[in-house]
């Protein structure tokens, strides 16, 4: 009987430690900023560039004077070259998520995730003339083979701490209801400009941000005040 519970366990640890990219136990990542005493957010949108939706968000986050980061398909790349390249226009930070972004993307041995990592890398690097930096795993499940794969890159894995779970959600409403509920001082947002009701998502949480004393900040100021508040700065 304690055997069966002991494994029990063991299978539900597991299972977290890979599913909870906030977990870090497999591969070290980024995930917002705990007890911040300033109200900054960071905005990330993952699965694009798409057209008929990426246009929309871009538009919103330039009227709102906010930047974001885009952690994008490489194979969508080079179909949506015209909206990829208006990401880099607006000047917002381009991550890597993948060439093919396929559901068993978790289960592939770590040469296999490597490749796929490369192929997005250099289809990235085709059109933005860069590699990125970021690096954001699909489906955000981490593992030991994934943690060996990234051995070959210089990464910062990133994660979230505030994920609506968009891709279900039946309307905007429901989804800027979800973000704003969990917003807190050193949130990391988790969207994806692939959902058609993203923008309008997106327009009520930057009101709501802006009505209530936030500011959007770039990932890389985020990952800098995490930093300075380790050393004692904030």
């Not at 366990?9 to 977990?23: E, G, R």
């Not at 500011?215 to 904030?234: A, C, H, I, S």
Request: hydrophobic letters at 40%; charged letters at 25%; one cysteine or more.
């Amino acid at each position: 009987m304690y055997i069966f519970i002991i494994i029990l366990l063991l299978l539900a640890f597991l299972v977290w430690s890979a599913a909870d990219i906030s977990s870090g136990i497999y591969v070290k990542t980024f995930c917002g900023i705990k007890n911040c005493d300033e109200k900054v957010v960071s905005l990330t949108f993952d699965d694009g560039p798409e057209s008929g939706t990426t246009e929309k968000v871009l538009e919103i986050l330039k009227r709102y004077d906010a930047k974001a980061t885009f952690f994008c398909i490489g194979k969508k790349i080079g179909p949506n070259c015209e909206v990829f390249k208006q990401i880099i226009t607006f000047g917002h930070t381009l991550g890597n998520h993948s060439f093919r972004h396929n559901d068993n993307f978790s289960l592939l041995l770590p040469s296999r995730m490597r490749e796929e990592i490369e192929r997005c890398q250099a289809e990235i690097k085709k059109y933005a003339g860069y590699e990125p930096r970021f690096f954001r795993p699909p489906l955000g499940v981490t593992n030991p083979m994934l943690a060996i794969a990234l051995k070959s890159f210089n990464f910062d894995v990133i994660g979230w701490n505030v994920r609506p779970f968009d891709t279900s959600a039946k309307n905007a409403e429901e989804v800027s209801r979800r973000v704003i509920s969990k917003i807190k001082p050193g949130s990391l947002v988790l969207l994806h400009d692939r959902m058609p009701h993203t923008p309008e998502a997106l327009e009520t949480i930057l009101d709501w941000l802006y009505a209530n004393g936030y500011r959007v900040v770039p990932l890389e100021e985020m990952m800098d005040r995490l930093k300075n508040k380790k050393k004692g700065q904030f």
